[in-house]
């Protein structure tokens, strides 16, 4: 069975990936797979990488549509039966203002309400930070859950630890499984991969098994001020700017919050911390042994993309890339899982936990009630309007 997969703010193609790997054969013979059908994104360094390593020799390079969303004729689109979009995280993440719904980006998952609406594709994936349980005091996951449900599916969603999955990183995000309510199938979340912390992959492990050549694309390294160099230097494995082993003539003159993450050099036995596509000075994620920013290549890494995954534009470019995209080890996993369902093949499977159920009933009552929360026997998702 095959798959033609549409895909908005598709990123230089994590998921993509993740889905192609996903590919299998039944011992009957039949291959389930994913296939690229089209994708959009409108930034045109990232369009060009999911061009250069997504697309095969006979798809069109038109089908990477590279433009704003809200240009986009969605109706136009070609058909397919499979959908994601991993609508951007800005508005919702706990880091900034966190303003969700009513910020700049918030709306914009409203795209992929319409591409359902439409196209009513079997099956498709919505990915977020995790912080959009909480956004609006749980209100703007209410809503998207309902708008997503009304177009006609059953949802599962899931706070997926991607460290779990086998990615070398403690990456968590919202992952939002829907299959139309017209078909005879059920999805659950697959069962971790790696469960318990001892069958973690360590940042070590994936930096260095095997070493990255040093002509290897995007492992540019970042030339650093000496003062930098000689405060990295007395920071400990997993510590940060904060250590107090810094001499105070080296240590920031910073008032207010202390992030964690500023300078904050790698756990070698443990997975990386979160990977991340902005940000300014020392917030480039620091190697465990030596006192140096990581660079991109060591970056895709822990986002599981393979070596000849190449990233196009400047390295600033890459770097944005790398740390908004959803790691493709991860996707393979979820995608498998769809593919299984569909194929009446079974498979370990957990039931899906939500964070903030309760700020979503709470949310509910400030909406005075206007959607109410079904959920089925297998832990699924249905939302019904209330009069």
């Not at 957990?350 to 109410?372: C, N, Q």
């Amino acid at each position: 069975m095959k798959f033609i997969k549409g895909e908005l703010f598709c990123g230089p193609g994590g998921l993509s990936l993740g889905a192609k790997m996903a590919k299998f054969t039944t011992g009957s013979g039949e291959v389930f797979e994913v296939v690229h059908g089209w994708a959009n994104d409108n930034h045109p360094s990232t369009c060009e990488t999911f061009r250069s390593n997504i697309l095969s020799e006979s798809d069109d390079p038109h089908s990477v549509i590279c433009q704003d969303v809200r240009e986009l004729d969605i109706e136009a689109l070609p058909k397919i039966n499979a959908f994601a979009f991993g609508f951007p995280c800005n508005d919702f993440s706990t880091v900034g203002e966190s303003r969700g719904l009513e910020g700049k980006y918030g709306p914009l998952y409203s795209y992929g309400v319409k591409v359902l609406r439409y196209h009513q594709p079997d099956w498709f994936i919505a990915e977020n930070v995790s912080g959009l349980q909480s956004s609006n005091d749980g209100s703007a996951f209410l809503q998207i859950l309902s708008e997503l449900s009304e177009t006609g599916y059953v949802l599962t969603p899931h706070l997926y630890k991607f460290e779990e999955y086998g990615v070398p990183q403690a990456r968590h995000r919202v992952i939002i499984v829907g299959i139309r309510k017209d078909l005879d199938v059920t999805f659950r979340v697959p069962a971790p991969t790696t469960p318990s912390k001892e069958e973690w992959k360590s940042s070590k492990e994936t930096l260095e098994n095997p070493p990255i050549p040093l002509d290897a694309k995007n492992n540019e390294r970042t030339t650093h001020k000496e003062k930098v160099v000689r405060m990295l230097k007395y920071i400990k494995p997993g510590k940060n700017a904060w250590s107090e082993d810094i001499p105070e003539d080296l240590r920031l003159n910073v008032k207010g919050a202390r992030l964690s993450n500023i300078y904050k050099r790698l756990n070698p036995e443990l997975p990386a911390y979160t990977v991340t596509g902005s940000g300014g000075g020392g917030t480039h994620m620091y190697h465990y042994s030596e006192p140096r920013a990581l660079t991109n290549r060591e970056r895709a890494r822990l986002q599981t993309f393979p070596d000849w995954f190449v990233f196009e534009g400047k390295k600033e470019d890459a770097r944005r890339q790398i740390g908004m995209a959803v790691p493709p080890e991860g996707a393979k996993v979820i995608v498998e899982a769809i593919l299984k369902s569909f194929a009446g093949i079974d498979y370990s499977w957990i039931e899906p936990k939500w964070k903030d159920l309760l700020s979503i009933e709470k949310a509910r009552d400030k909406k005075k009630r206007t959607a109410k929360i079904i959920e089925t026997e297998n832990g699924q998702l249905m939302f019904n309007k209330m009069n």
